[in-house]
Structure formats: structure tokens, C-alpha cells
């Protein structure tokens, strides 16, 4: 399997990074964490950036990142925050409600926040007109959106997730290709293959041929039988599978 250069859009987003951190202090910056593929890259680049700015990794104590539970969170995006915390020696800030409260309340608590480091991607939902950084709308607590993974595609984040072995939620390699919660995501049916035994698995999430189809298990808590059935070896897949991690 050939993985997809990243490196023009690492630089891109390494430059936005120096742009960010120039106009605000550390203390000024939180960075939102969902424990999907997109801000675990977002998590990783922006440790690596502050490590090379300050040449010590206590700095990174002073990053702020927070996790807002979603409701009926996977148990395996549960695990994986515990993980990441391990992995990055960070502590995580964990709080649920709805999206909008939820933000206004941290605003309210820290006084110094300024900007919010988020894994926005232009194939996101109503995200292909964002700016790096730009303020919220009116109707949201008011802050400056940083958004340095705008111009990366899907399997760009999966080439620098499998080539820098940056750990990800398990569920990804069940066949999940863009997480919400467990009322309203499933396996991506573009991944469904009929195993030995002739019953219906998944390839994972990297293996997606066609981008396109990344959020083709949101939005209904059951997929149809039949639109799996009729994915199932299609050629939407790319590559073999030899382990979790290549």
C-alpha cells in the first residue's frame, strides 16, 4: 500500500501553528479533543511543534486540552483518552453538554483562554470555506477558531498516524471511518467483506479507497443490511491487511 505524502500540508499546518502561538500565549490556547483520527493528528503535530519551540518537553504541561463527552460516548473513545494521556504524559480536561454551553463555561471559568485549536478538515460538514484562523460566529462564545488541518485529506491523516505509529482509538480498525457517538455512527459500509466463514467483517478505516466516503456510517444507528451487502467487496478498499498498525 502506498501512503499518501503529507509533508507541504505538515509544513502548512506547522506555519499556522508559529502563527497561532505567536499572538497567543500558551495559557491563552485550548486545544478540543473528540478522540478521533483528525485531532489525535492535530494532538500530536502541535506536542511536536511546542517541543521544538521551547526545546523541553514541561512545557507541554501547560497545554490545555479539552474533551467535551459527547452523549453516548463509544467505550472505546473513553479508553483512548486514558491513553493518550499515558502516551503524552498530558491530563486531559473532561467535561460534558451540549457543545455550545459547554464552551461558554470554560470561557467563564478561564478568563485567558483566547483561541481554540480544533481538527477541522475542508470535507468536513460546512467547513470547505474556513479560514486557519478565524473568529467565531456571533451566536457562539467568542474566540478565535484555529483550524491547521484544513487542507489535509483523508488518507494524509492516516499516512502520518501509520508512518509516525501515533496511536489511535481501536475502533478504527474495526471498520469505523468517522466517529460520533453510539446513537449515531456505524462501521462504514464501504469497508464490509465477507470473512472465511462467510460472515460480515470490516477492513479498517485506513484501507478506505474512495475519501469521499468517509462519513458513510454516520447518521443512522443501524446501517441497511442491504446497502452492506452490497458494498461488500466492491473494490472501495485499498491495499492488504497485514496488522493493525502496518
Known amino acids: 500500500m502506498d501512503l499518501e505524502d503529507y509533508s507541504s500540508v505538515l509544513e502548512e499546518t506547522e506555519q499556522v501553528m508559529r502563527e497561532c502561538f505567536s499572538k497567543f500565549q500558551i495559557d491563552e490556547v485550548f486545544l478540543s479533543f473528540?478522540?478521533?483520527?483528525?485531532c489525535t493528528v492535530l494532538l500530536d503535530v502541535t506536542i511536536n511543534f511546542?517541543?521544538?519551540i521551547h526545546k523541553r518537553g514541561d512545557h507541554i504541561a501547560d497545554l490545555k486540552i479539552l474533551y467535551i463527552r459527547t452523549v453516548g460516548p463509544f467505550r472505546e473513545i473513553e479508553n483512548f483518552v486514558n491513553e493518550i494521556e499515558q502516551h503524552y504524559g498530558v491530563k486531559l480536561i473532561v467535561t460534558e453538554g451540549e457543545m455550545k454551553i459547554t464552551l461558554q463555561r470554560i470561557l467563564e471559568q478561564d478568563c485567558k483562554l483566547k483561541a481554540c485549536l480544533m481538527g477541522t478538515r475542508r470535507t468536513d460538514p460546512y467547513s470547505e470555506d474556513l479560514k486557519f484562523m478565524q473568529k467565531t460566529d456571533p451566536s457562539w462564545p467568542q474566540m478565535i477558531r484555529v483550524s491547521p488541518l484544513l487542507n489535509w485529506s483523508y488518507h494524509q491523516i492516516w499516512s502520518y498516524i501509520l508512518q509516525r505509529q501515533v496511536p489511535?482509538?481501536?475502533?478504527?480498525?474495526?471498520?469505523?471511518t468517522s466517529i460520533g457517538s453510539i446513537h449515531n455512527t456505524c462501521p462504514n459500509p464501504s469497508l464490509a467483506y465477507k470473512d472465511e466463514y462467510g460472515r460480515i467483517a470490516?477492513?479498517?478505516?485506513w484501507m478506505l479507497k474512495d475519501p469521499s466516503e468517509e462519513r458513510s456510517g454516520r447518521g443512522t444507528?443501524?446501517?441497511?443490511?442491504?446497502?452492506?451487502v452490497k458494498n461488500l467487496?466492491?473494490?472501495n478498499c485499498i491495499g492488504e491487511i497485514k496488522s493493525n498498525h502496518i
Open 50 to 52: 511546542l517541543k521544538n
Open 202 to 205: 470490516y477492513r479498517p478505516a
Open 221 to 228: 444507528k443501524k446501517l441497511n443490511k442491504g446497502n452492506i
Open 233 to 235: 467487496d466492491n473494490g
Open 168 to 176: 489511535y482509538c481501536s475502533l478504527y480498525d474495526r471498520g469505523y
Open 34 to 38: 473528540n478522540g478521533g483520527k483528525d
